[in-house]
């Protein structure tokens, strides 16, 4: 790259990073004359960079937004982090899966060798969010990076993971070997194999901490379910600990007084069907029954219960301790 173009390239780098930029301050952090700034000013401007000028004993530049999209520059960590961002959003169910492969595959044409081949490693299969999931816990881009290279290299991963019943503990020691990267309402589970534990896990990516070098290849084995994404479904639907078959465990089928429109935006991963004159057969499960009989509850809706008895007890049992709350009050 020519020395003025590297420098071109470091201004608009500067100018992306604060609101206003002093001229004699630029100057000295790109260790040339102020008229040289004023000049590379007016290249970047003809490239369609928004750059006005500041007023103020010293003067400066302000880079702002503009009508039209001009080149961007980023460091090595954005460009790995907007691909992530991309690749999560393709399996996100949030309507933009194609919008964010093209883009994705722009980016990865003018990425440099050393970066696409650390976002190959990342290819992570998605999962719909469901009612209820704890928003998405940032993770670090570097621990992402890891967990995904040892997953794509076949590699016994090593971690520290704390404990989620006892914070203050020490974090446990895990050995794993790593089978796939799931990504749910924007936070990053891995589905291993535990080798201590001689059974199926799913860890959280961001309270995982990895300890390098990777250990030995492994041969990777049958994931319950067919797929990674199948078994940390089920696993969130509360489904026999194998995790074969993702459902939840308690399903039931009641009819609200309340037309579909009103019932499908809350309906979650259950079915709704319109009756007509303004009633709605929704079919939904949860982790109990009770639970089930609370969740149907909150339509605010008249309900009646087509099936199994097993909910209709349920909603006895949710009136009685509603009645007694009730009493208690003061």
Known sequence: MSAPTSR???????????????????????????????????????????????????????????????????DDDQAVAIAVALRTAAVSGAGIEEAALRALTTLRQVLPARLRHRLDVIEPA???????????????????????????????????????????????????????????????????????????????????????????RFAPRAIPGGSAAAFVSARFSGSAPDAREDRWPCTGTVVLDLPARDVLPFAGDGTAEDLGDGRTRLTSGSWSWVSLAAALARFDAAIEVIGPPELRAAFATLAERSAAAAGRAR
Not at 65 to 74: K, N, T, V
Not at 152 to 179: C, G, I, T, W
Not at 190 to 215: I, Q
Request: without cysteine.
């Open 126 to 216: 998605g999962i719909a969010a469901r009612p209820g999931d704890a928003p998405a816990t940032p993770v670090s881009p570097g621990t992402l990076l890891e967990v995904a290279m040892a997953v794509r290299a076949e590699q016994v991963l090593r971690f520290d993971y704390p404990s989620q019943a006892d914070p203050v503990a020490p974090p446990s020691r895990r050995r794993v070997e790593p089978h796939g990267l799931i990504v749910s309402a924007g936070r990053w589970y891995l589905v291993a194999w535990d080798l201590d534990r001689d059974d199926w896990r799913v860890y959280r990516v961001d309270r995982m901490t990895p300890s390098l070098p990777h250990g030995r």
């Open 8 to 74: 071109l390239l470091n201004l608009l780098s500067l100018l992306q990073t604060r609101r206003d930029w002093p001229g004699p301050l630029l100057a000295d952090r790109l260790g040339i004359s102020h008229r040289t700034v004023r000049r590379d000013v007016d290249r970047l401007r003809e490239l369609g960079y928004r750059i006005t000028a500041t007023m103020g004993p010293d003067g400066g530049y302000r880079l702002d937004a503009g009508a039209d999209l001009p080149p961007l520059l980023f």
